[in-house]
Structures are given as structure tokens and as C-alpha cells.
């Protein structure tokens, strides 16, 4: 009797959680189909879905297959681990045999990577076929939390792809024009760093390549109890960096930049810039304040610089390292300071760029752990006042940049406090949002024994 109203209760609570997954599941789809058909329209080159099926024969970027590939370990035993692993490089060596001996082209450093994505589709194969209940779920949380990661730089991609196609004039002149109220750092930082080279280019040049594998270091350090709890964190760094990637180029249509280096510079590659160039300034002399005006680039180069979502992830690497050891906290504050650096001192971002990017990752962090504990006044209330301040800085941007040139020391310190606020704001809450500890009762002493 009591077994048969349990099961009656479990499957009702099943069921709803099982409509919004399927829903979800097919809300993804479409948006995957969507951008297939969008990359295919605007450059004739294939999208996510064909680029990811490709990647199962020919020749893939190992790093987010690898990378995926070690997120889903976290839900297996380690002597999993160990035979995933060792499939892994099998195949891959299989597959380097095979291509080596039909004599195929293959793009240099696209070597390895089969074997990651084949190891992940096996272990979902298992999941359906050999698993049952909670033991399947978590499986396959597994394998989907690795191949998000991998499709996220597959739909990534894309988006820079459709920004570069869609949106023919970018907005950089206002950008620059605004960035005058903080004194151009991205100036300052880019004579700075040339005066530290070649040791301080190389170094943030590999910090700024490499935040995937940092995000993917503290991600697995949050998930490492998985295989043993069986069951995965209410909220972890994964669940951030994806939904920053996702809504980050939305942003990239509304208000398409490219960065100084290709706006006011030769570009990344030393001359092809400097015919879409307004004027081939940076790092040496900062524009002129005048009026601004939408300029047109080429159809290659992607509008990808507001908000800056290198600063958005690195900040979020930074807040999930806190909970971590003191190796851990130094490596993410250390890979936040030297990403500031980087996107300033390389000419990919502006300084309003990199506030916007604090903003726009605190306010999807909070909306994110908000979700998870329950929505409540403090957490609306900080998503709210966090979306509106990234809201008005967009404004202020497009269309105030004039007054902030001229009246740099009036908007340069209320662009720093309305970040700053913000960042008050997320702490000041989220710490009211950890469990309160609350002290052992300290035992009664025992009585002395009356002296006879």
C-alpha cells in the first residue's frame, strides 16, 4: 500500500520535470537548427550541427573534445576513468594510423580529438542500453554536460560568424569616444605591454588562449564528488560560462564593435586591418574626440567586444575559485588580472567593454544562483538593478559617448561606481545566501565533587 502511493508520488513529480526537459530539448534543437540554416544563408558554410557530425570521422580541434571529454569523467569510477581514457587515445591513434597512411590533409594541431567525442557517444550508448534508473540520469548528465561544452564552441563560433555577415557597420567611434571619460586604458595597456616583450605578450597571450582549460580546471575541482555523491552540485562554473556565451552575442547584434586593434590599428594581422580602419592609431595615439558615427568593416572580422566576455568568464572563473584551495583562489585571481590585461593590452577591447562584461557576468551569475535557491526579493531585486545598470551603459554608450569625452572626470568615476555598486550589490547578497554556521553547544561542566 505505502510502496504503491510512494511510486504514484514520484512519477507525479516526475512528470513535470520530464515536459520541461523534453521541452527544453527541443527548444535547443530548434535554436541549432536555426543557426545551421543562418550560417548557411550568410556564408554558405556549415553551422554547429554539421560541424560537430563532421568531427566524428574527419579531423577536430582537440581541446573542447578533450576538455568535454574530462567533464563527463566526473560522474564515473576511476577505474572508468582509466579505461574512457585509454579508449580514447586508442581510437585516436587509430585514427592518426589511418591518415597517415592514405597520406590525408590534416589542419596542424587538428591531429587528435576523435576519440574524446567517440568515448562520450559510447558512454551515452551505455547509458540508454545498460543503465537504468538514477545510474542512467547520471550518466548522461554526464555526457551532455561534455558535449555542451564541445557544442558551445561549435554554436560559438557560429554567432561570430553571423555577427560579421549581418551586421556591416560597427560602432567603434562611439565606443572610443566614450572610452575618453577613462582615459583610453586600452592605450595605455597596449605601450605597456609592448614595453614588456616578448616575455609579457607570450604570457598573456597563453592566458588569454587558454581560459577554457582554467575554466575547465575549476569545474572539475567543483565536480570532483560527483562520482561519489551521485549526484551534480546545484550550481557549478559550467552552467555560468555556458549562459554567458549563449546570451553574450545576442548583445553582438544590438551594439556590433570590433575592438581598437582593427577599428584604430592594422588588425591582428599586422596589415589587413588598416584599410577598414578609421584611422591606424593604436597603441600610440588616442582618437581624437569628435562626433561619432557608425563606420562600415569588412564581412570577416566579428563584432564581438560589448560587453567583453573574456572579462565575463574570467570573472566568473575568479567567483567559483573562491570556494576552493589557496592554489586554486590564486590561480583564478590570477587569471582574471592577467585577462584584463590581455584583452586591454592586445587592442581587442575598450575599457567601457570590460565594465559592461563585470556587469553583464555578475547579473547572469546572480540570475543563475537565484534560480537554484529559489527566487526571492534579494535575488530579483539584484538581477533587476544589475540588468538595468548594463542597460543604461549600453545607452550611455550609443548615445551620450560625446559628453563623456568632455566631462572625463564626471563619467569616469560613475562608470567605476555604477560597476561598483553592482559588485557591492552581488556580494553584499550572495553572502546573506550562505548557510549560516551556527557553533556546537559546549557541554555543561560535570559538577566538582563535594570536598568530604
Same mark, same amino acid.
Given at each position: 500500500?505505502?510502496?504503491?502511493?510512494?511510486?504514484?508520488?514520484?512519477?507525479?513529480?516526475?512528470?513535470?520535470?520530464?515536459?520541461?526537459?523534453?521541452?527544453?530539448?527541443?527548444?535547443?534543437?530548434?535554436?541549432?537548427?536555426?543557426?545551421?540554416?543562418?550560417?548557411?544563408?550568410?556564408?554558405?558554410?556549415?553551422?554547429?550541427?554539421?560541424?560537430?557530425?563532421?568531427?566524428?570521422?574527419?579531423?577536430?580541434?582537440?581541446?573542447?573534445?578533450?576538455?568535454?571529454?574530462?567533464?563527463?569523467?566526473?560522474?564515473?569510477?576511476?577505474?572508468?576513468?582509466?579505461?574512457? !581514457?585509454?579508449?580514447?587515445?586508442?581510437?585516436?591513434?587509430?585514427?592518426?594510423?589511418?591518415?597517415?597512411?592514405?597520406? !590525408?590533409?590534416?589542419?596542424?594541431?587538428?591531429?587528435?580529438?576523435?576519440?574524446?567525442?567517440?568515448?562520450?557517444?559510447?558512454?551515452?550508448?551505455?547509458?540508454?542500453?545498460?543503465?537504468?534508473?538514477?545510474?542512467?540520469?547520471?550518466?548522461?548528465?554526464?555526457?551532455?554536460?561534455?558535449?555542451?561544452?564541445?557544442?558551445?564552441?561549435?554554436?560559438?563560433?557560429?554567432?561570430?560568424?553571423?555577427?560579421?555577415?549581418?551586421?556591416?557597420?560597427?560602432?567603434?567611434?562611439?565606443?572610443?569616444?566614450?572610452?575618453?571619460?577613462?582615459?583610453?586604458?586600452?592605450?595605455?595597456?597596449?605601450?605597456?605591454?609592448?614595453?614588456?616583450?616578448?616575455?609579457?605578450?607570450?604570457?598573456?597571450?597563453?592566458? #588569454?588562449?587558454? @581560459? !577554457?582549460?582554467?575554466?575547465?580546471?575549476? !569545474?572539475? #575541482?567543483?565536480?570532483?564528488?560527483?562520482?561519489?555523491?551521485?549526484?551534480?552540485?546545484?550550481?557549478?562554473?559550467?552552467?555560468?560560462?555556458?549562459?554567458?556565451?549563449?546570451?553574450?552575442?545576442?548583445? #553582438?547584434?544590438?551594439?556590433?564593435?570590433?575592438?581598437?586593434?582593427?577599428?584604430?590599428?592594422?588588425?591582428?594581422?599586422?596589415?589587413?586591418?588598416?584599410?577598414?580602419?578609421?584611422?591606424?592609431?593604436?597603441?600610440?595615439?588616442?582618437?581624437?574626440?569628435?562626433?561619432?558615427?557608425?563606420?562600415?568593416?569588412?564581412?570577416?572580422?566579428?563584432?564581438?567586444?560589448?560587453?567583453?566576455?573574456?572579462?565575463?568568464?574570467?570573472?566568473?572563473?575568479?567567483?567559483?575559485?573562491?570556494?576552493?584551495?589557496?592554489?586554486?583562489?590564486?590561480?583564478?585571481?590570477?587569471?582574471? @588580472?592577467?585577462? @584584463?590585461?590581455?584583452?586591454?593590452?592586445?587592442?581587442?577591447?575598450?575599457?567601457?567593454?570590460?565594465?559592461?562584461?563585470?556587469?553583464?557576468?555578475?547579473?547572469?551569475?546572480?540570475?543563475?544562483?537565484?534560480?537554484?535557491?529559489?527566487?526571492?526579493?534579494?535575488?530579483?531585486?539584484?538581477?533587476?538593478?544589475?540588468?538595468?545598470?548594463?542597460?543604461?551603459?549600453?545607452?550611455? #554608450?550609443?548615445?551620450?559617448?560625446?559628453?563623456?569625452?568632455?566631462?572625463?572626470?564626471?563619467?569616469?568615476?560613475?562608470?567605476?561606481?555604477?560597476?561598483?555598486?553592482?559588485?557591492?550589490?552581488?556580494?553584499?547578497?550572495?553572502?546573506?545566501?550562505?548557510?549560516?554556521?551556527?557553533?556546537?553547544?559546549?557541554?555543561?561542566?560535570?559538577?566538582?565533587?563535594?570536598?568530604?
Amino acid at each position: 500500500m505505502f510502496s504503491r502511493i510512494n511510486r504514484i508520488k514520484f512519477s507525479a513529480w516526475r512528470q513535470p520535470r520530464a515536459i520541461l526537459w523534453a521541452a527544453t530539448g527541443v527548444v535547443a534543437l530548434g535554436f541549432l537548427i536555426a543557426l545551421e540554416v543562418a550560417a548557411r544563408h550568410y556564408s554558405g558554410q556549415p553551422g554547429p550541427i554539421t560541424n560537430q557530425a563532421r568531427e566524428v570521422i574527419f579531423p577536430p580541434k582537440p581541446g573542447p573534445l578533450y576538455g568535454g571529454m574530462a567533464l563527463m569523467l566526473v560522474v564515473l569510477t576511476w577505474r572508468q576513468r582509466f579505461i574512457a !581514457a585509454g579508449a580514447a587515445i586508442g581510437i585516436d591513434i587509430v585514427f592518426v594510423l589511418v591518415r597517415w597512411a592514405v597520406d !590525408a590533409e590534416v589542419p596542424e594541431g587538428h591531429y587528435f580529438g576523435n576519440g574524446a567525442l567517440w568515448v562520450m557517444l559510447g558512454c551515452a550508448v551505455i547509458a540508454v542500453t545498460r543503465r537504468t534508473g538514477r545510474e542512467r540520469v547520471l550518466l548522461l548528465k554526464g555526457v551532455g554536460l561534455g558535449l555542451l561544452l564541445v557544442a558551445g564552441r561549435k554554436i560559438g563560433d557560429t554567432w561570430l560568424l553571423i555577427t560579421s555577415k549581418t551586421r556591416p557597420e560597427v560602432l567603434d567611434p562611439y565606443v572610443a569616444t566614450a572610452d575618453h571619460a577613462l582615459g583610453n586604458p586600452s592605450w595605455l595597456a597596449g605601450r605597456m605591454l609592448e614595453a614588456t616583450a616578448p616575455i609579457g605578450t607570450h604570457l598573456l597571450d597563453w592566458v #588569454y588562449a587558454e @581560459l !577554457a582549460v582554467a575554466a575547465i580546471v575549476v !569545474a572539475v #575541482y567543483q565536480l570532483r564528488h560527483v562520482a561519489v555523491e551521485r549526484r551534480f552540485p546545484r550550481h557549478h562554473l559550467v552552467r555560468t560560462f555556458l549562459v554567458i556565451g549563449m546570451l553574450g552575442p545576442a548583445v #553582438y547584434m544590438i551594439f556590433p564593435v570590433v575592438g581598437p586593434i582593427f577599428a584604430y590599428g592594422p588588425g591582428t594581422s599586422g596589415t589587413g586591418g588598416v584599410e577598414w580602419a578609421v584611422a591606424n592609431l593604436w597603441p600610440d595615439t588616442p582618437p581624437s574626440i569628435t562626433t561619432p558615427h557608425p563606420v562600415p568593416y569588412d564581412g570577416i572580422t566579428p563584432r564581438n567586444c560589448m560587453p567583453s566576455l573574456h572579462t565575463a568568464w574570467a570573472l566568473a572563473i575568479f567567483i567559483h575559485s573562491r570556494a576552493g584551495s589557496r592554489i586554486l583562489r590564486f590561480a583564478g585571481t590570477f587569471w582574471l @588580472l592577467a585577462t @584584463l590585461g590581455a584583452t586591454l593590452g592586445f587592442g581587442y577591447h575598450y575599457g567601457v567593454d570590460l565594465i559592461a562584461g563585470v556587469v553583464f557576468a555578475l547579473t547572469v551569475e546572480a540570475a543563475l544562483r537565484s534560480y537554484d535557491r529559489g527566487w526571492d526579493r534579494s535575488g530579483l531585486q539584484l538581477v533587476a538593478y544589475g540588468t538595468t545598470v548594463f542597460a543604461v551603459l549600453l545607452v550611455s #554608450y550609443r548615445y551620450l559617448p560625446m559628453e563623456m569625452a568632455r566631462h572625463p572626470w564626471l563619467f569616469g568615476p560613475l562608470l567605476l561606481l555604477a560597476m561598483a555598486s553592482v559588485i557591492y550589490g552581488y556580494a553584499r547578497t550572495t553572502k546573506r545566501w550562505e548557510p549560516k554556521t551556527v557553533p556546537a553547544p559546549r557541554p555543561d561542566p560535570e559538577p566538582r565533587p563535594e570536598l568530604v
